[in-house]
């Protein structure tokens, strides 16, 4: 009896941190989603989409615990998919709880390179924790447009 229970117990755990695995986003669908709405702005122009990617409704921009964000190369954001509150906030400082500043380096890469990867530690939507996260970003004229998976 006791081997079942155990055994049972550990199923039940691994289902769990399965389950846990599945409500995380991925890198390659961050960068998807950075790509939809980098088409969106071509196709439909600025407005439209950072209204769109500001609205918790949409799910082209809001899937679990990833969204997109948008700053311009001053670090105002422009757009943003969890904390729509922060559009028209200059954030160029912000830094995360490790001291790096995250937007500055997304700044630096999107100036550079035009896209990229940019690691840091932010909170997590949907378990409300700060994690580890691998923000994707893309240059669209002069703005970047950025998503990014929690690990």
């Not at 289902?15 to 890198?27: H, L, P, T, V, W």
């Not at 702005?41 to 609205?55: L, M, P, Q």
């Not at 997304?106 to 690691?119: C, E, F, Q």
């Amino acid at each position: 009896m006791k081997a079942w229970v155990t055994a049972a117990a550990l199923i039940l755990a691994l289902c769990g941190i399965a389950a846990a695995a599945a409500q995380k986003g991925s890198r390659a669908e961050a960068v998807a989603m950075v790509k939809r709405a980098v088409a969106m702005v071509k196709a439909e122009g600025r407005d439209k989409t950072f209204a769109a990617i500001s609205d918790p409704a949409n799910l082209h921009f809001h899937d679990r615990d990833l969204y997109v964000y948008v700053y311009d190369f001053q670090g105002t954001v422009l757009a943003h998919g969890n904390n729509p509150q922060m559009v028209g906030t200059a954030r160029i400082g912000l830094k995360d709880n490790e001291g790096r500043f995250m937007i500055k380096e997304m700044i630096a890469i999107a100036k550079t390179r035009g896209s990229g990867w940019v690691t840091f530690k932010w909170p997590n939507p949907v378990t409300k924790t700060v994690e580890l996260k691998e923000g994707y970003i893309e240059r669209v004229d002069d703005f970047l447009i950025g998503s990014g998976a929690y690990k």
